[in-house]
């Protein structure tokens, strides 16, 4: 079956960086783009970035751009995402999501979603 366990979250202070990692197995990997989506305390599910299955075309959210980073290794099986200059803002539980498709695109819908790991960013 199709699982994605994150790893690499914690407390970190605002304009620090940090590295999530996204283990994938079950699928394909190198056939499926994939995401990364976050959920802030009290808020809905909010795209932060995606790849495309050769990890060629990638995509970020406005808030996020040029302060983190998509990436894949397609031999290991893994999804990764630079943080740099991490703001309040970005505190939430961010997750890894396989997509149904090769392209990356922006915003859901998502095939399958993993348990996600907790960024938290102190001021």
């Known amino acids: 079956q199709v699982q994605l366990v994150e790893s690499g979250g914690g407390l970190v202070q605002s304009g620090g960086s940090l590295r999530l990692s996204c283990a994938a197995s079950?699928?394909?990997?190198?056939?499926?783009?994939m995401s990364w989506v976050r959920q802030a305390p009290g808020k809905g599910l909010e795209w932060v970035s995606d790849?495309?299955?050769?990890?060629?075309?990638?995509y970020y959210l406005d808030s996020v751009k040029g302060r983190f980073t998509i990436s894949r290794d397609n031999a290991k099986q893994m999804l990764f995402l630079q943080m740099n200059s991490l703001k309040p803002e970005d505190t939430a539980v961010y997750y890894c999501?396989?997509?149904?498709?090769?392209?990356?695109?922006?915003?859901?819908?998502?095939?399958?979603r993993g348990q996600g790991t907790q960024v938290t960013v102190s001021s």
């Open positions: 999501a396989k997509r149904n498709s090769r392209a990356a695109n922006i915003g859901p819908p998502y095939e399958y």
């Open positions: 790849i495309s299955n050769g990890g060629v075309t990638t």
């Open positions: 079950g699928f394909t990997f190198q056939a499926s783009a």
